[in-house]
């Protein structure tokens, strides 16, 4: 991290006009970047219960489960429930061997 006073103290006068500049345009930066909403998750296609995804598969509900452990296409909202991105588990399902 920069340290800014030392920059200040440590500039030539003949910089300081360029200096305050360059620390006007970082607030600037800095204030935008602190009003920008946070940034969101990716869009995904239509949230697939288990069931869903399980019929989709022709595999049991259990199946589906092991299957998202770890999967960038699974979400776990609560420790309870599961959802299952469409486009995400169709395209790893038509990876598989």
């Known amino acids: 991290m920069v340290d ?4 200040v103290d440590d500039a030539p006068l003949s910089e ?23 940034p969101q998750p ?3 296609g239509k949230w697939l219960t288990p069931e869903e995804a399980a019929t ?3 595999a049991s509900k259990r199946q589906v489960y092991e299957w998202a452990i770890g ?17 995400g588990f169709l395209a790893w399902l038509s990876s598989r061997p």
Do not use: M, Y
């Open 4 to 7: 800014l006073a030392k920059l």
């Open 16 to 38: 300081l006009p360029a200096v305050a500049a360059a620390l006007e345009l970082a607030r600037v930066r800095l204030a935008l970047r602190l009003a920008a909403p946070a």
């Open 42 to 44: 990716p869009t995904v």
């Open 56 to 58: 989709i598969a022709r």
């Open 71 to 87: 999967k960038r296409w699974a979400h776990r909202p609560s420790r309870r429930k599961l959802l299952i991105d469409e486009v």
